[in-house]
């Protein structure tokens, strides 16, 4: 990361000019110097990037909420060339991309930007794992999900997610597994306490419960999703009299 290397580099240079200056008996000044002019640079840095990465992230997320998708998209790949700077900046913007392509059903030019996304966005690792589930690669898979529950370990989803794809690869017990380890993690949560009864039971697991969430993870068919929304209107659709 540049912002790293720019200010190891500073805080040196400084560490070097007080030693040389006031001698070796004053390592400690210099070392003091090298500390403060290193976390001041890295923190100077930091600012700048993060301003220049909003002032690009704010209005392509507009754009993309408004379902100006190709503007959205172009703005997002346009932030890449900060990744360098900063940690983590690179991954974040590439989680953000496979969203939207992972939303909008374009899985294949979704898969690449998931694989490089950002481990702690466990929305986006639950798109990964789900990617890894239809192309068969059930170990990646496993891999993809265990990383994001370490780094989110309380979002009921993930597990009742991860518990889903289990059971859909024919690993009903494993399923289980995961299911009652988020129990252990979020007592008392009713959607888990339900899925973990149906898969002990040998049921389909019922992720309604979970809403839209649920639903970007594209893993029920489109009747299924138009059931529900249905339902979500009352059970009937309005009728505009003209």
Request: charged content about 25%.
């Amino acid at each position: 990361m540049y912002n790293l290397l720019i200010s190891a580099g500073a805080a040196i240079a400084v560490f070097l000019v007080v030693l040389l200056a006031a001698g070796t008996s004053y390592w400690w000044a210099a070392l003091l110097g090298a500390m403060v002019v290193f976390m001041a640079s890295f923190l100077i840095i930091s600012r700048i990037i993060t301003k220049k990465l909003e002032e690009i992230m704010e209005p392509a997320m507009k754009d993309i909420q408004a379902q100006r998708f190709e503007k959205g998209i172009r703005d997002l790949k346009a932030a890449l060339r900060y990744g360098k700077w900063q940690i983590y900046v690179e991954s974040q913007i590439n989680s953000a991309i496979g969203m939207v392509y992972f939303v909008r059903r374009e899985f294949g030019t979704a898969f690449p930007y998931l694989e490089k996304g950002f481990f702690k966005n466990w929305v986006t690792m639950g798109m990964l794992g789900v990617t890894y589930m239809k192309k068969n690669k059930h170990d990646k898979m496993k891999e993809t999900f265990d990383k994001a529950l370490m780094a989110s370990p309380k979002e009921s989803l993930l597990y009742a997610l991860y518990g889903y794809c289990l059971n859909e690869i024919g690993e009903n017990v494993k399923a289980c597994e995961i299911v009652a380890k988020g129990l252990t993690k979020l007592p008392g949560d009713d959607n888990l306490k339900q899925n973990l009864e149906l898969l002990r039971e040998g049921k389909k697991m019922k992720m309604k419960g979970y809403g839209e969430m649920w639903l970007q993870f594209h893993l029920e068919s489109m009747a299924t999703i138009q059931k529900q929304q249905m339902a979500a209107m009352g059970g009937k659709r309005r009728i505009i009299r003209k």
